[in-house]
């Protein structure tokens, strides 16, 4: 069995932040003191390498399509360290001619300063955590910027542009505690009218080991979330937004390319604490892995923490889990390319689904329906039986 192998991008994860934000259950530390950025930069490159020459085999001549620093907040660490950061990665792997590079961002003015330095660095998309432009609602998910912050930061990133910053992302939350469906459509029309080249739109889930999970708070009810999402979807349609994923949407030309790498079943090597990657091979092999959690054993130069192989059972959930996120067509001859499964090891689900009206198709794609974008959990459950 061969595969052929998808884009190739890289995550890196920078895991401070100043503090814990109550819903998040991402892999981040409260900063305590001073953060070893050279230090940790050093680390980084290293577990680059020791990837490069693990996965030699399934790297090959490729190049890197895109890359996102996420955290945590990396824009804690300054424009040189990142500049140092890219460049040396760009001596160990080349990069595609258009590759895209992001890095997530807090909308705090301290942070939103080195904007320029960023893209002088080499950054040439950021992403913003802005979450809501309504002082109690910031207090309330523990963000420690304020309105006036989050539009300034907006500028900066505006200003930016003419120093190599191609697009710019701004994240907004619905469903908050105790928000109305007016507030949340306020907020999301001050987001609007920034114009952002991309803004994805996510409601608020209670993840377990939150402080949200521990004391829940208040959120609205089923009915004030659907209207929320129905009438926030229509303002960003008019304004020019489409949705090419759950969350996520874009003006023309816009979409993360990052983002859709993942989605489309793509591979991207990852390093820094607790990332997770995924790499496939020629040869037809399909590894997942993550690495070390802990700054402190990251730090000690022990990178890999686990590596498992995907089994050919495991791919078609592992494969439509990613791409049913995305509201374009499923090409069946990308789905036999990237996982070496043919159509027929699916038929049974695939008919199924059509007979629930979860999907339709041609000769050569698959397309989610509206109404099974409403029963998607019910849909990739499929895959696993």
């Given at each position: 069995m061969r595969l052929t192998l998808p884009p190739l991008s890289l995550y890196i994860h920078i895991p401070w932040c100043v503090q814990k934000c109550p819903y998040c259950d991402f892999n981040s530390h409260a900063q305590k003191g001073i953060i070893p950025e050279s230090d940790y930069i050093?680390?980084?490159?290293?577990?680059?390498?020791?990837?490069?020459?693990?996965?030699?085999?399934?790297?090959?001549?490729r190049k890197l399509h895109s890359i996102f620093i996420g955290?945590?907040?990396?824009?804690?660490?300054?424009?040189?360290?990142?500049?140092?950061?890219?460049?040396?990665?760009?001596?160990?792997?080349e990069f595609e001619e258009n590759i895209e590079i992001t890095l997530e961002a807090n909308p705090g003015t301290a942070e939103a300063e080195r904007f320029i330095g960023y893209?002088?660095?080499?950054?040439n998309r950021i992403s913003m955590g802005v979450?809501?432009?309504?002082?109690?609602?910031?207090?309330k998910l523990g963000r420690i910027h304020d309105n006036n912050e989050a539009v300034q930061a907006v500028r900066?990133?505006?200003?930016?542009?003419?120093?190599?910053?191609?697009?710019?992302?701004?994240d907004l939350m619905h469903g908050l505690p105790n928000q109305s469906v007016k507030q949340a459509l306020a907020d999301l029309e001050r987001g609007i009218e920034l114009s952002p080249p991309h803004l994805s739109w996510y409601q608020l889930t209670i993840e377990p080991n939150t402080?949200?999970?521990?004391?829940?708070p208040t959120l609205p009810d089923d009915d004030d979330l659907w209207n929320i999402f129905e009438?926030?979807?229509?303002?960003?349609?008019?304004?020019?937004?489409?949705?090419?994923?759950?969350?996520?949407?874009?003006?023309?030309?816009?979409?993360c390319r990052h983002n859709l790498n993942y989605w489309r079943f793509g591979d991207?090597?990852?390093?820094?604490?607790?990332?997770?990657?995924k790499i496939s091979y020629p040869d037809g092999n399909i590894y997942r892995f993550s690495k070390t959690k802990h700054p402190r054993g990251y730090m000690r130069g022990e990178y890999l923490y686990q590596q498992d192989l995907v089994e050919l059972a495991d791919r078609p959930f592992e494969y439509f889990m990613n791409r049913f996120r995305l509201l374009e067509a499923v090409p069946k001859q990308q789905f036999e390319d990237y996982t070496g499964l043919n159509e027929q090891s699916v038929r049974t689900t695939m008919d199924w689904a059509l007979s629930e009206n979860y999907i339709t198709e041609t000769s050569t794609h698959w397309q989610v329906t509206q109404y099974g974008k409403l029963f998607l959990n019910t849909l990739l459950e499929g895959f696993l039986d």
């Open positions: 050093q680390h980084l490159l290293k577990d680059l390498q020791q990837d490069l020459a693990s996965h030699k085999k399934a790297i090959q001549e955290g945590g907040t990396p824009s804690l660490f300054s424009a040189e360290g990142i500049a140092y950061l890219l460049e040396n990665i760009q001596q160990y792997i893209a002088q660095g080499g950054v979450q809501s432009f309504e002082p109690e609602k910031l207090l900066f990133a505006q200003n930016a542009a003419k120093n190599g910053l191609t697009s710019f992302n701004i402080m949200f999970y521990y004391r829940q009438q926030g979807h229509q303002l960003l349609i008019k304004a020019g937004y489409e949705q090419y994923e759950t969350s996520a949407y874009a003006k023309k030309g816009y979409q991207y090597l990852a390093i820094g604490c607790g990332a997770h990657g």
